[in-house]
């Protein structure tokens, strides 16, 4: 499951996105397949275009959280 690359992601619409536990800013990956939230360490995965910020389907986020 893994997203679409036919429409990218409104950037209006990403500046506005913000983790669902913390409030906290989200980084979308270069691909655009899953964003970030820093903080939690979670990952929130991006299916055909659509972000699912349901917290109990995120998961640990792969990369080193910044300080």
Request: hydrophobic share 30%.
């Amino acid at each position: 499951r893994t997203r679409s690359t036919d429409m990218p992601l409104d950037k209006d619409l990403i500046a506005i996105l913000r983790c669902p536990r913390c409030k906290g800013e989200l980084d979308l990956d270069p691909a655009e397949t899953a964003f970030t939230c820093a903080p939690c360490q979670l990952q929130y995965e991006v299916v055909d275009g659509v972000p699912n910020f349901l917290p109990d389907d995120a998961r640990p986020s792969t990369s080193s959280p910044t300080a």
